[in-house]
């Protein structure tokens, strides 16, 4: 079952998330801006080089210079492609590291004793009064009984927060 | 109007409030719940939040088996159930003419463009019921006989009937005139009755009792009705590999055949398909009433990625609502497209609840199920003392068109008809592809005596001619596979052609055509008489001298065309260019 | 995908073969996605298959191999699996399980559904009416694809049905409307997949393409869920989007297989050659998610591809599979032996819906007649070199001779085509007209005077007179 993250807890990432789509925005777009300016010149460089191929072909009569342009042209666009979606994974990637690190700023703000508290309760709630909570490294909580564990550390609800909004990091892209 | 799953309105064996039951396993269909007090085996539950309809199927000590009738995905032990504390019903009533429903006559038209697991809204829309009395207060009235009746969306009125079992004093009778949908129009013996009804599906409605159709069925389809007719309450198995036709034969036969209500239960079949049938419905008009032939038939649309188990219950909710009918003394046909996908449903059903597999992973009781199926076919008189029939037409769809297997094997048994379908015919586009060696009708003996009685006496000997015909061009067509057409004596090469007239001039019928796609029983007759005289003006021919060879070059196609060149019952036309071809042959002389 | 908040589950009762068994679970569901974090901090995913009181079992979709049930976490995601939709997916090339393949970062969506869909309601549908056409000659000639259809190609191994698929899902387009193809692949061989990549380059590129390749390599059960996303996929780009969507299907006989190893695991009883019972409803719940709907723009048509065990058509899943589908294209060795391509069996080959999807109005006023009377004449032609065989063709009259002829230039001028050239419609009828021509007019009874005459059709000793028909 999908648990819902604590209220409060929610609460205290949110300017995590906003914040954070803002500046991988400004990021991403000159890495993307980048990849798409590289991808565009390997395509016209193919381009040319196919056209010189089929001239040459074309000289000496041969009929599978069209097959080698092709090949060269796939090539380039696919080249060119993984350029620009290898930019977009790398501000995506991005995007997922600030927003852990974010959450584990919280750790020095003067609201984590009470977001601490909020999480141990929470965990408490769906394992139990007898679950044994303890701190994690990255801030939040991880809470255990015999056969069920619970994460609450900052870092995994930094993730599952991201993951519920993963649509809205299509932006970083999409015009 | 629809089903009953979730209507609260409908009666129950107490009235204690039902107690609340819990999941305890969930594996596919088979739900595991406690037990609670007053359940029964066959009852109808809700489960889960979703209200997923379904069925008891067993019951062990203090653990419930409950088939669910839809997709069960996300439903966990833990979760509620709902016992509704009686079978599957289904509300009969006046508003199933001309609507499409789901295997569990739940209402489509109402429903979304996808159709998500759990109970559905009834959304149809509440006209209001117009009665008519047949019956004043205080007269004395049984089980099944008629009370009133009121009016549908088409030409048909539609019986109120006291419920089988019932019957006594009439204590009050609405008056004529509009009545809410749900209104209690009479109370008999003490109990309100509606125009609507409710009928558990796999109880069979009472009769006084059966009788043996006499009176045949008219297709419309020259094959059948010359060769394999089938009585009015018969059975009929058409067993046919993929893209014989099977559908489009069955479709013509829905359009056509000289039924009151056709119920066309789409078992397991294409979405496409079903959307064809139900936008030509309504489109086309009944010859009959003028009416839209949609408001004589209820569709039950059960396409191959609606729920299995669902499918399993369609073939009974078609026939409860055929009964229903009958009950009011109509002629009922229903189709079933496709047992086999029905008796698949089975099988998964038995292999999920650990059944021991007999024949190919079938259960052992697959047999008794088909039998029972088709005895709910019958010609009856009703409880309310009128002539009414159900007829059945199951299709069979043999895998590899292996004609051998369980589900084909077992039908073939208790049938009164096969109509096989031959695929080296529907290669040929020889349509519909009813083959005439591999198919039978048993109802003919007493149909020939019917037709005798209704004017045609002439029927069997036509019947029998025409299938001599065939079976000995059949024969030569072997022996022409093998040493040629020429090397046959000239009154063989006669019979290979009396052949091709008889399967290009008599059998084959064209859906698409406008005209050739129904045929009237008079047309039907006068199509072969006519194909007959000038196969034995040929005969003739040979006989006098004439080469073979240039009485097969002879032009038949004005005798071929005759079919499509005449209207559905033209008897008069096809007469006239019998004519026209005989005085044309009488021109040939040797 | 949404990955679980929440509970994990420690205590693996037991592993047997593909299943782990989770004990002390609360609230899960059957059906479930499940993620599984090992010891190691390896991912895989699960299925749960049995949801008993307290105990989950769940198929491990990577299998078992490896796993020490100490340390093994699993994190159940409420739902059955879910996949983001939306125009995300177009360009991309992902596994079987819809992770990318290409570089790029997951595929995402503003919303998502359910693999499994639900069925659409029959009285929702619209009935298919137009064409899509694929730029292979005899298949748009005699075979239309309609918009909506479900049409399987039938093959044998050794066949050229993945150039095919991968000629038509380069090429097929809806006259001018957004066009979509979502191609799963499904146990392909390495070498197949990058074959594939490489047909489908431009198309991808040009944002038009969904790739799906789960290879032979991967897990089997994957393979049960790569069709699933391709489908979910693109019936939100149609159905919400607005395209119309072909999706290829390549090859169902593995998926069928895979289907037969998992029921076996599962301990099911095996029914036709050791399939599970519910193979027609399963391979029913992909195909049928093909199709148009009331007041909704684009569709989704269906190419599965399968290739037939020892050519056997009745084998269970083309036989299956022809009961659901809307026709069939069936390729022939024999063909293929002639050097023909595509190697198209005519006769075999069927488009239950062509008559909607084509004739006037839809393609040409003479596309229904022209492919009725090729067909008709090579069914002619096959009966003539039937007869051949047995007597010899010095024995055959001078027409009959006409059509070993025809049947001749119906392959090689009519059929053949170059497996990365599209041909137009037109050309396509035009061919077909040539070839027909070489007939003498009266056995084309099958068209009409007026188009005989345009195209200049020849009464018998008019073609004698020019000789034998060209060639």
Redesign the interface.
Known sequence: ?????PEQAAQALSPVREGLLRAARTDAEALLADADREAAALLEHARAEARAILDAARRQGEADGSDAA?DLL?RA??E???RT??A??E???EVRHEAAERARALRGTDGYAALREELERRARV??GPAAEVSEHADGGVVARV??????LSLTALA??AL??V?????SLW?P | MGAVTEDPGAPRRDTGRRPVSRI?????PLVEMEYTSGIAMYDLVSIGPARLPGEIVAISGRVVTVQAYE????????QTALPRGRPLSVRLGPGLLGG?FDGLLRP??G???????GARRHTSEERPCSFRPFVARGERVAGGQALGDVRTAGPLRVKVLVPPGGGGTVEEIAGAGDHPRDAVVAVVGGTGITADALWPVRRPRPVRERVAGREALSTGQRVIDLLFPVARGGTVAVPG???TGKTMLLQQIAKWCDADVIVYV?C?E???E???V??ELSELRDPRTGGSLADRTVTI?N??????MAREASVHTGMTVAEYFRDMGLDVVVIADSTS?WA?AL??FA?RTGAL?AE??YPAGLASAIAAFYERAAAVTTLGGDRGSVTVIGAV?P????MTEPVTAHTERFVRCLWTLDRDLAYARHYPAVSWAGSFSRDVPVLAAGHRTAGDPAWSGRRDRVGAVLAEADRLADLVDLIGIAALPPRERVSVLAGRLVREGVLQQSALSQRDAYCGPEKTAALADAVLAVVDRCRELVDAGVPAASVEEIDFGPLLRTREDTGPHDAAGVAERRDAMLAGLREVRP | M??????????VRELRGPLAII??V???????YAHITLHSGERRHGVV??????LAVVQVLEGTAGIDPEGV?AA?????LRV?V?T?WL??VCNGRGE?L?????V????DA?V?????????????SEPVLTGVGAVDTLTTLVR??KLPVFSVAGLPHLELAAQIAAQATAAGKAFAVVFAGMGLTHADASFV??AL??R??AGELVLLLNTADDPVIERLLTPRIALTVAEHLA?TGGRHVLVVLNDMTTYAEALREVSAARG?????RAYP??L??DL??L???C?R??G?PGSVTVLPVLTMPAGDI???VP??T???T???IVLSPETHARGVYPPLDALSS?SR?MRKGAGPGRTRDDHLDVAAQLLAALARARQVRDLADLVGQAALSPADRRYLDYEEAFLRDFTDQRS?EPRGLDASLERGWRVLLTLPRSRLSMLPAALLDAHGAKDADALDDHGEAPR
């Open positions: 079952m999908t648990t819902p993250v092709r796939v666009r696919r060119a492609r993984s979606l290898a977009r994974r501000s995506f990637e769906l394992l015999p056969g069920r564990r619970v994460d993730d599952r993951d519920r993963g649509g809205q990091v299509l999409e | 305890l396993r969930v594996t596919g997709y069960t995905g996300g439903l966990a032990p833990g499409i489509l038209s429903a979304g463009d996808w159709l998500s697991p590999g993929f893209g789409g397991g294409r979405g496409n079903m959307a064809d139900i936008t649309a396409t191959s990625n609606m729920p299995m996908r698949e099988r998964e292999s597999p190919e992973g769809s895998p590899g068109g292996d | 949404s990955t679980a908040g929440g509970i994990e589950y420690t205590a004990e002390g609360a609230g899960v569901g059957w059906d479930e298959l049995d949801a008993d009181r307290d976490r159940f995601s409420g739902s059955p983001p939306g995300d360009g991309r990318p290409d570089g790029g970062p997951p995402l969506g503003s919303r359910e499994g869909g639900a069925p659409i309601n029959p009285v929702r549908r619209e009935p298919p909506g259809q990549r490489d380059e431009e991808s590129a159905f099911e009883i095996p029914a036709r019972g519910y027609y409803s029913a719940s195909y049928e998610r199709g709907i009331r909704r009745t084998h269970p036989d299956l022809g009961y659901i809307e026709g069939q069927l819906l990365d």
